[in-house]
């Protein structure tokens, strides 16, 4: 498909060619009275919109299940660090009181292994 090039004038301005005349204005027809439900239902039902509705739809639900996901990382990420800092004190706790209960075994195994050596 060509297309004619677009005409300018001297200053580079595009010059209006078949412009319409008032005459050819008021001979056209009225809009369609887009407050009428059944025009609007009407029109939705053509092919070429329903595409645009199922375009818009698909762009949405996308959008929708985005913002839920990252809605939810935050709220997990969130809930997670709240887990760990309360249970930090009582983590520390616990790995003192295995190293208190492990460090004599530990050092006497070194002390026996180095005197072998």
């Known amino acids: 498909m060509t297309t004619d090039p677009i005409k300018l004038d001297e200053q580079g301005v595009p010059v209006l060619e078949n412009a319409v005349s008032l005459d050819e204005l008021d001979g056209a027809a009225a809009a369609p009275d887009l407050t009428d439900h059944d025009l ?29 996901e990252s809605f939810l990382k935050e709220e997990v990420t969130r809930l997670i660090q709240d887990a760990t800092e309360q249970s930090a004190p009582r983590l520390a706790q ?21 005197r072998q050596e």
């Open 40 to 68: 609007i239902n009407q029109l939705l039902e053509h092919e070429a919109l329903q595409g645009i509705l199922d375009d818009i739809t698909e762009d949405l639900q996308k959008m929708v299940a985005w913002k839920i």
């Open 94 to 114: 616990d790995i003192r009181t295995q190293l208190q209960l492990a460090l004599p075994g530990l050092i006497a195994r070194l002390v026996e292994q180095s």
